[in-house]
Nanobody, 121 residues
């Protein structure tokens, strides 16, 4: 399994970035996919996810600003980030996710390198 996130960079507050995560080693089209982030000193947190059917759900702290989409032909999931805030500064990762009861869990232990997003004020 490979999860390769890209597209990060330095952006001013209020700006936008589009992250991509190209995956291989599993059947992407039937997989629910999540975007996570981890900032220094904090635990990795779920930003949002997209189901195999295209339904999305977002954490409250990004709702209305971030949009997740997917391209099954390219085995790629995207994270469009608008109205970025300094608090969004983090390394962003994708992973396959699965729901258990009311919680979504990442399935693969190897997260890849992620992609760093830095938002300046």
């Amino acid at each position: 399994v490979q999860l390769q996130a890209s597209g990060g960079g330095l952006v001013q507050a209020g700006g936008s970035l589009r992250l991509s995560c190209a995956v291989s080693g599993f059947t992407f089209s039937i997989s629910d996919m999540g975007w996570y982030r981890q900032s220094p000193g904090n635990q990795r947190e779920l930003v949002g996810f997209i189901t195999s059917g295209g339904n999305t759900n977002y954490a409250d702290f990004v709702k209305g600003r971030f949009t997740i989409s997917r391209d099954n032909d390219k085995n790629t999931v995207y994270l469009q980030m608008d109205s970025l805030e300094p608090e969004d500064t983090a390394v962003y990762y994708c992973n396959r996710v699965q729901q258990y009861l009311t919680t979504w869990y990442a399935l693969f232990p190897d997260w890849g390198q992620g992609t760093l997003v830095t938002v300046s004020s």
